[in-house]
């Protein structure tokens, strides 16, 4: 019953963030876009209960969400939309690689260990606590004490309803997730080819990645969001924004990296669209978000992983850090996930690619960057690297997607 009750929770999202997708969409992007943003939501409402000492509980929670989403719904009910431009094609060969991740998942192969021992345990003592409390996060300093709170406030919000941690339910968010950014980039790119080599790249490197259970899956949504948005979506420059600053605005409340992921973003606008004006606004709530939290890190001495940047760099462990990563980048596939998309780009329009593919290796660039921090970082990289990287991965794809659109857009 907990595991019911738990996937309810999240169930409960697309729900809660319905009225925010701002174009009449096929039905699976708009529950991929109504997931996001209700997760967000969620994250934001909790967190500003409790800055304001309020204790969580469902008899608060949930009256207060139902409100936004009846005020989102009537809000979007009066904003006139274009009509769906029908991309979406009718092959879901895509479906098979995602069927052998809910197996993998299903069965433990899938699972991350960070579950158990950080993302689980901080997310069980915030319910306990009733809220974002400091003291816990002191009492534990293994919790990564200073990272992004999302994922940690969506699994206290399903345990808020459940009234009991599901490590299941926990586990099985992670295909859910990537279903849906699946959906995100077979529908905004309308090319069944591109839509299956993400589908099954990605999930190839999942299943040697075991991100299940932490926060890549919903990091990669919300990237996946970001990217496909500013890759496909030149027909509504309005609609491109708005989820641009969407998934960027998740991507930096979700995990560290999703702050790097916001500047790659930033740049590429600014070098490639040459419009800073858009990259201001699409980075405002990723910022606004990420100034929140350094200040509720500031303010109760919790400084931790956003400090690495002020510890020394190691130039001298570059080889190093190069020979580790190209070897965990091989995925046991003698590097063909990044081969592939990369001849594809090279073959076709590599102008349409160029948003995604700077993105690529602007976050490429920052993954080295950070692993240059530690003298001997082998243990680091061979342990973390393997979800890292499916950030400048899931950019490539969507590169060589954008790279062929001319020749195989459905219509």
Not at 21 to 48: C, D, H, K, Q, Y
Request: proline share 6%; charged share 15%.
């Amino acid at each position: 019953m907990t595991v019911v009750l738990a996937l309810l929770a999240y169930l409960a999202l697309p729900v809660i963030g319905w009225g925010v997708a701002v174009r009449r969409e096929p039905p699976g992007v708009r529950i991929a876009v109504a997931t996001a943003a209700g997760g967000l939501i969620v994250g934001i409402v909790m967190s500003a209960m409790s800055v304001l000492h309020i204790e969580w509980s469902r008899t608060v929670l949930l009256p207060v969400l139902a409100l936004i989403a009846i005020a989102l719904n009537r809000w979007s009910a009066g904003r006139p939309r274009p009509a769906a431009d029908g991309r979406g094609g009718r092959r879901y060969t895509w479906l098979v690689p995602w069927l052998f991740t809910v197996y993998g998942t299903i069965t433990a192969r899938e699972s991350c260990g960070d579950l158990q021992f950080t993302w689980g345990p901080k997310a069980i003592q915030f319910f306990r606590a009733g809220g974002l409390d400091p003291k816990v996060l002191h009492a534990y300093p293994q919790l990564t004490v200073d990272y992004p709170p999302l994922q940690t406030l969506l699994f206290a919000w399903s345990n808020t309803l459940s009234h009991q941690f599901s490590w299941w339910g926990a586990v099985l968010l992670g295909p859910l997730l990537f279903l849906l950014s699946i959906i995100v980039v077979r529908e905004w790119s309308g090319n069944d080819h591109a839509t299956l080599l993400y589908s099954a790249t990605m999930a190839w490197g999942y299943a040697l990645a075991y991100p299940s259970g932490c926060a890549e899956p919903l990091l990669l949504l919300y990237e996946t969001l970001a990217i496909v948005a500013l890759t496909f979506l030149d027909d509504d420059p309005r609609a491109q924004t708005f989820y641009a600053a969407l998934g960027l605005a998740g991507a930096a409340f979700t995990k560290l990296e999703g702050s790097t992921f916001v500047i790659a973003v930033f740049l590429a606008i600014v070098i490639i669209q040459r419009n800073a004006k858009r990259a201001l606004i699409v980075i405002v709530p990723a910022a606004i978000l990420v100034g929140a939290w350094m200040t509720f890190v500031f303010r109760n001495d919790l400084l931790y992983m956003y400090g690495g940047a002020r510890m020394p760099m190691y130039f001298s462990a570059l080889p190093v850090v190069l020979k580790t990563l190209a070897k965990v980048a091989k995925f046991d596939l003698y590097w063909l996930p990044w081969l592939v998309p990369i001849v594809l780009v090279a073959l076709g329009n590599v102008r349409r690619a160029a948003v995604p593919l700077a993105i690529a290796l602007l976050t490429s660039c920052a993954t080295i960057y950070f692993y240059l921090h530690y003298p001997d970082p082998t243990w680091w990289i061979e342990s973390s690297s393997p979800r890292v990287i499916l950030t400048p991965l899931l950019a490539l794809l969507i590169a060589a997607a954008a790279a062929w659109r001319e020749r195989t857009e459905l219509k």
